[in-house]
């Protein structure tokens, strides 16, 4: 039986996401509009998030426990919160990467198979 669950095109993108952020705060803590920054840097300026719309994925992240936050004041008047990886988070993060890879792996063979393939998971 075929253990791969492919996950719904409206929990792709959210499931993505997640992943992105996770993988950054993997490499250090960061705040909220350093993580869009970071993103756009990396895919020079092809993929972007608003920032308005990482919070409500940071904030259920926190709620599953996967990342935690703290305060930290950059001036007399003015404080980021960063987020922190925590080891649940890790290994969350490990769990959506390996269904991620699988997914692309499926989407492949289907894109490039011809009648009679058949797909063959691999361990």
């Known amino acids: 039986m075929n ?16 992943m992105m952020l996770l993988k950054l705060l993997s490499e250090s803590d960061m705040y909220g509009y350093q993580m869009t920054q970071e993103l756009k840097k990396r895919s020079t300026g092809i993929y972007t998030l608003l ?8 904030y259920r992240l926190s709620d599953q426990g996967y990342i935690s936050f703290y305060e930290q004041k950059i001036t007399q008047r003015q404080s980021r919160v960063y987020y922190h990886l925590e080891e649940k988070g890790i290994n969350y993060l490990e769990q959506l990467l390996t269904n991620y890879e699988q997914f692309l792996d499926v989407i492949s063979f289907l894109l490039y198979s011809k009648t009679g393939d058949i797909y063959q998971e691999k361990k």
């Open 3 to 18: 253990s791969l669950k492919l996950p719904l095109i409206t929990g792709l993108k959210k499931a993505t996401i997640e």
């Open 51 to 58: 920032e308005g719309s990482i919070y409500p994925i940071l």
